[in-house]
């Protein structure tokens, strides 16, 4: 089995259900906060450079759910700019084996990787901001109205 390096947003439930999944399936996981982790261009761009840079976004960032980010928009050096900026408009998880990285959460990617063992997935989508009834408080942000926060980029 393998030791994967999973950079998470701490207190997230899509993260947690993530991990849980690849315990399950006989992984090690070794989670480190993304939003602490001292990323450089080169250290970003060995996960996301060879992805399309719409790709490289979390889609439930409300920056970009909202409108105000359009990543099929954005040029190589911004994209580049805003994640290093801001890592929680990173696409979640990164995970490292090795020399070897993945973004995002595809289940059939990740079987075909290193295996899911045959675990059962979850319904839903995997990679989907997963809330509980308190909102973007419980998965361990900061509580505070969408509105105004819209660009901050932390859930």
């Known amino acids: 089995m393998a030791v994967v390096t999973f950079y998470e947003k701490p207190g997230c439930k899509g993260n947690?259900?993530?991990?849980?999944l690849l315990a399950a399936a006989g992984h090690t996981v070794q989670?480190?906060?993304l939003k602490t982790e001292a990323w450089t261009a080169e250290r970003l761009l060995a996960f996301v450079g060879k992805l399309?840079?719409?790709?490289?976004?979390n889609p439930s960032a409300p920056a970009i759910k909202s409108g105000q980010l359009v990543p099929e928009n954005i040029s190589f050096e911004h994209a580049l700019q805003?994640?290093?900026?801001?890592?929680l408009l990173v696409r979640r998880p990164l995970m490292e084996i090795?020399?070897?990285r993945m973004v995002g959460f595809d289940p059939a990617a990740v079987?075909?990787?290193?295996?899911l063992n045959g675990v059962e997935l979850p319904a839903g989508n995997?990679?989907?901001?997963v809330h509980g009834p308190e909102g973007h408080g419980s998965c361990g942000s900061h509580a505070h109205d969408e509105e105004e926060h819209a660009g901050c980029g932390t859930h």
């Open 82 to 87: 805003l994640l290093l900026e801001n890592p």
């Open 16 to 20: 947690l259900r993530q991990k849980t």
């Open 111 to 115: 079987d075909a990787w290193i295996g």
């Open 126 to 129: 995997i990679e989907a901001c």
């Open 31 to 33: 989670a480190k906060n």
């Open 98 to 100: 090795g020399d070897e």
């Open 52 to 57: 399309p840079i719409n790709q490289w976004f």
